[in-house]
């Protein structure tokens, strides 16, 4: 009977849309990449090709998403301008940090106003992954479950986590509720920069800037913070080095 009760608790919501609206967080200062980011922001920044920013929106757009809002701080008229480029895709809201960075939870709150779904996809601008065999943020939102999640990570075991130098992120119980790594050990799961969240993670925010880890601990506590595993290819894009080493895995398949 547990056997059977935990298969059901793991099977993909298939019902579930893809959420209309990102969020595309865009705001960081970019230190990791420079002296790439000395001149234009870190989405600006060119990986096979086109800007990590541009990787985002086509990945958005293929899944069926028409609306984002994305923050900026850090030579934010430049990535302004370039977002104009994609109005003919997009209904482009942008939420401003020009005055203060927010940092990523701060970030949320400020944009919550601008975001008309509930849930809806945040997804870093300088993520960098490709597909498996179903199209990641469709298979994403089919693991959404209704009233039993705040949050949906989606993560990337450590050994196939591209230019990851990190120890990890999250360990996985069988039905995708996530907990801490341990100080000094090392997590089984890496978080993608992708996930699908309820504006009830929001709630009672702090003020001024913060991490959206505060976010992510109240609802682990509250075993309503959820993750399921990226199928396809993944790479941690964050400083100059790792965009060679992206651009040789993906000439040599």
């Excluded at 009830?200 to 506590?221: C, H, M, Q, V, Y």
Aim: glycine share 10%.
């Amino acid at each position: 009977m547990t056997r059977k009760t935990r298969a059901l608790s793991l099977r993909p919501a298939v019902e579930a849309a893809v959420p209309d609206t990102a969020m595309v967080m865009a705001a960081g200062l970019g230190k990791r990449m420079r002296p790439l980011t000395a001149t234009r922001p870190k989405p600006l920044v060119e990986v096979a090709g086109k800007p990590l920013i541009d990787h985002v929106l086509d990945r958005l757009r293929a899944a069926g998403v028409g609306r984002i809002v994305v923050n900026v701080h850090y030579l934010a008229d430049a990535l302004e301008a370039h977002l104009k480029g994609h109005a003919s895709d997009f209904d482009v809201t942008v939420s401003d940090e020009r005055a203060r960075l927010l940092e990523t939870g701060g970030g949320l709150v400020q944009a919550e106003k601008l975001i008309d779904a509930d849930p809806f996809l945040v997804v870093n601008s300088d993520n960098f992954w490709l597909d498996g065999p179903t199209d990641t943020l469709r298979m994403l939102a089919s693991h959404w479950r209704e009233g039993e999640m705040d949050a949906l990570l989606l993560l990337v075991p450590h050994a196939r986590a591209g230019n990851h130098r990190g120890q990890g992120d999250f360990h996985m119980k069988p039905d995708g509720r996530l907990s801490r790594r341990a100080t000094g050990r090392v997590a089984p799961y890496v978080y993608t920069g992708i996930q699908m969240v309820s504006k009830k993670l929001l709630r009672d925010a702090p003020e001024g800037p913060f991490s959206t880890n505060i976010f992510w601990d109240r609802a682990i506590s509250e075993n309503r913070c959820f993750g399921v595993v990226h199928q396809g290819l993944w790479f941690d894009v964050g400083s100059p080095a790792s965009i060679g080493a992206t651009e040789l895995a993906l000439a040599n398949g």
